[in-house]
């Protein structure tokens, strides 16, 4: 079964400053790779995916993202944060077979003034 | 339209109530999921449709039983819930149960169970 780390379940940064949340996942096989954001209160809504192709994702809100196979990675970057990006974060991989989806624990991101 | 719908926004029921939670998508997928999310943790799968059938049940109590009714609708019904119940339901969609684009959430059911 697949494995989904996210390291840092709290992440607080400066207002206009670099946002980093680091994903990590068990698979010898790629699989295909999310980021979610939660609001308070509401439900998922998808940032970004890695299927194929390049490897430098980019998706809503100026985030991006980028697969390193060798580091079995994918961790979502943002070069500055904003007050409206304090959300809760989850990385979450589907199977190569696809019929399974796993999140990882989530990262709560504080945007301090 | 990327749109997952789902009603009630928030529910409170006692223990011997039966309601029940609706979700609809129009974007012509064939997955329609419901997920269980409790406070600051990830959603927990509780049932999975494609192509309208139960595909997956993730040893979830008798007390929610779903049901599809057509590729679009999705409910939940519940019936003699625990407080421990109580959490965020959520509701998401797929293209296919092969999940390569990811699901789509609705902005989910709070519900408190007295």
């Known amino acids: 079964a697949q494995s989904v780390t996210q390291l840092g379940s709290h992440v607080s940064v400066s207002e206009g400053a670099l946002v980093l949340l680091r994903c990590n996942y068990s698979?010898?096989?790629?699989?295909?790779l999310f980021w979610y954001v939660q609001y308070p209160n509401q439900g998922l809504q998808l940032l970004l995916k890695?299927?194929?192709?390049?490897?430098l994702v980019k998706g809503i809100n100026g985030f991006e993202a980028e697969f390193k196979k060798s580091e079995t990675s994918f961790h979502l970057t943002k070069p500055s944060a904003h007050m409206s990006d304090a959300a809760e974060y989850f990385c979450?991989?589907?199977?190569?077979?696809?019929?399974?989806?796993?999140f990882g624990t989530g990262t709560s991101l504080t945007v301090i003034p | 339209d990327t749109e997952v719908t789902q009603t009630p926004k928030h529910l409170v029921m006692g223990m011997t109530n039966k309601k029940s939670l609706k979700c609809e998508q129009h974007?012509?997928?064939?997955?329609m999921y419901w997920y269980k999310q409790k406070a600051k943790k990830p959603p927990e799968l509780m049932f999975v449709?494609?192509?309208?059938?139960?595909?997956i049940n993730e040893s979830v109590p008798s007390r929610f039983s779903p049901e599809c009714p057509n590729s679009s609708l999705l409910n939940l019904h519940l019936h003699a819930l625990q407080p421990e119940d109580s959490a965020l339901y959520l509701c998401a969609s797929s293209q296919s149960r092969v999940i390569r684009l990811g699901q789509y959430f609705g902005p989910g059911t709070r519900l408190t169970v007295l």
């Open positions: 449709y494609s192509y309208e059938k139960l595909s």
């Open positions: 974007m012509g997928h064939r997955a």
């Open positions: 979450a991989v589907s199977s190569n077979t696809g019929n399974q989806f796993y």
């Open positions: 890695y299927t194929t192709g390049a490897t």
């Open positions: 698979s010898s096989v790629p699989p295909y």
